[in-house]
């Protein structure tokens, strides 16, 4: 029986012309580098390690991928956009010096219940995607749990957009309006577009 077999070759050059491509496109921004499912494919030890303390961070969907990852870059924040879902997957993220993303009141309650002043976090909102992160209208609440002074400097904010593929840019620009009127009172920095969104003029006019 035949068989049809495929591969993907993995250019390190490529990769770094890629990252290169992006600080231009957004060149007063940090970039964060998502290499989740195993890169999407492409192999997440290689491609950490291609753009590792190249890159201001790595994204990853797990803790597990986190710990991964970290074999390969011990500097580089490293971001588990799904966070954690017991004290278990909370405990591996100090460990490894991962920053969970925290997308619900039960992430929340864990992370602030378990009093750990060292280990940076991040707060998504939900600017549309109706998958993840909190409400727009009631994310205060949730920001007001972190607002003593000394957590300012180890929290991000993040939104998503929901299709920033999009050619409409009015769509586009709304949701950075509404993210960042949500989270400029918070004073913290903020993360928002990824790849496709770069692309857009109305992302950083807004």
């Given amino acids: 029986m035949n068989r049809a077999w495929s591969w993907a070759e993995i250019d390190s050059r490529a990769l770094l012309h890629n990252l290169h491509r992006v600080r231009e496109l957004a060149p007063r921004s940090k970039v964060a580098a998502v290499v989740k499912a195993n890169a999407y494919g492409h192999?997440?030890?290689?491609?950490?390690r291609v753009l590792a303390e190249k890159v201001d961070a790595f994204a990853v969907a797990t803790c597990a991928e986190g710990i991964q990852a970290r074999k390969q870059d011990s500097i580089t924040p490293i971001w588990v956009l799904l966070g954690y879902g017991d004290e278990g997957e909370l405990k591996t993220c100090v460990s490894h010096h991962l920053t969970p993303v925290i997308a619900s009141e039960h992430q929340l309650n864990l992370w602030t219940s378990a009093g750990i002043e060292s280990m940076k976090v991040i707060i998504e909102l939900d600017i549309g995607m109706g998958r993840m992160g909190f409400e727009?209208?009631?994310s205060s609440h949730q920001l007001t749990k972190l607002e003593s002074d000394d957590d300012r400097g180890r929290?991000?904010?993040l939104g998503h957009?929901?299709?920033a593929e999009s050619s409409n840019f009015t769509e586009i620009s709304e949701a950075s309006r509404r993210f960042s009127n949500a989270s400029r009172s918070a004073g913290r920095s903020l993360t928002l577009a990824n790849s496709a969104a770069n692309f857009?003029?109305?992302v950083y006019s807004s």
């Avoid at 192999?43 to 950490?48: A, F, M, N, Y």
Wanted: glycine fraction near 6%; hydrophobic fraction near 45%.
């Fill in 155 to 157: 929290t991000l904010v």
């Fill in 43 to 48: 192999g997440i030890e290689l491609v950490t």
């Fill in 161 to 163: 957009f929901p299709a």
């Fill in 200 to 202: 857009s003029p109305s």
């Fill in 136 to 138: 727009i209208q009631e």
